[in-house]
């Protein structure tokens, strides 16, 4: 994806309010991080932990979103798989994380799941630039494109539900 500002990352968000986008916090590292690898921005909330955010490219324009992960479950050992990039992690590794809807289905407290890595950091596990720790990645037959195109139709259509372009 393209390098991103600060100014257009708080301008992309959809689904909080304005203030809301003014206030949260944005990744210290952005002039480092690899973004040509990179199909969306994500990051976690260090204030407030059970809190994450992602930005994409989505219809041409940066899309931001904000994610609540849901509570854990303690002493729960399992394995999970991240809906987005197939990565799969045990314990926490992934987590279900929702995102209120954009508008009004939002106001109506309508909110979209997904199953994510906890870190946000499918586009590096589907290239092979970082190794689960404890987890794994299926092993399959497709190209390391072909899985980034599987990753990237993933998110646009959790994109899709969370702006009203298609039903939650
Ligand atoms: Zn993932």
Aim: hydrophobic share 40%; with cysteine.
């Amino acid at each position: 994806m393209e390098p991103l500002i600060e100014k257009d990352i708080r301008a992309s968000f959809v689904n909080c309010s304005k203030g809301e986008a003014h206030r949260l916090p944005l990744p210290r590292d952005l002039g480092t991080r690899p973004w040509p690898d990179l199909d969306f921005l994500g990051w976690r909330d260090h204030q407030s932990p059970d809190r994450a955010y992602l930005v994409a490219e989505h219809g041409g324009r940066p899309v931001g979103v904000v994610l609540r992960s849901a509570a854990r479950k303690r002493g729960f050992l399992h394995r999970g798989l991240c809906s987005v990039c197939l990565t799969t992690h045990p314990g926490s590794g992934v987590a279900l994380m929702t995102a209120r809807r954009a508008g009004r289905a939002g106001r109506e407290h309508n909110s979209v799941g997904l199953y994510i890595c906890a870190d946000l950091g499918c586009p590096l596990y589907v290239r092979g630039l970082r190794t689960p720790e404890a987890g794994g990645r299926l092993d399959e037959s497709l190209t390391v494109e072909e899985q980034v195109d599987r990753l990237r139709a993933a998110l646009a259509a959790f994109l899709d539900r969370v702006t009203g372009a298609a039903p939650a």
